[in-house]
């Protein structure tokens, strides 16, 4: 059975990497130097803490809003 989890990335302007986590995973985050190895790294670090005791869920993502402020 194949879970689906959203990961929010985000791109470092200091470093030039991708970082990402997993909202409602504990632990779940992670960087890379590509979008690709991150998902790639996210993966890993799923896999560990599945290993680790299982995934416990922490709450239920629920989407994106974009804020507008008044410049």
């Known amino acids: 059975m194949e879970i689906k989890y959203t990961a929010v990335i985000e791109k470092d302007l200091d470093t030039g ?13 992670s960087q890379g130097e590509t979008i690709e190895e991150l998902r790639d790294n996210l993966k890993e670090v799923l896999e560990l803490i ?11 993502f629920v989407g994106i809003q974009n804020i507008d402020l008044a410049a």
């Not at 990497?17 to 985050?29: E, K, Q, R, S």
């Not at 995934?55 to 239920?60: C, K, L």
């Open 17 to 29: 990497l991708y970082v990402g986590y997993i909202p409602n995973v504990n632990g779940a985050h």
């Open 50 to 60: 599945s290993e680790d005791g299982g995934i416990i869920e922490t709450s239920i």
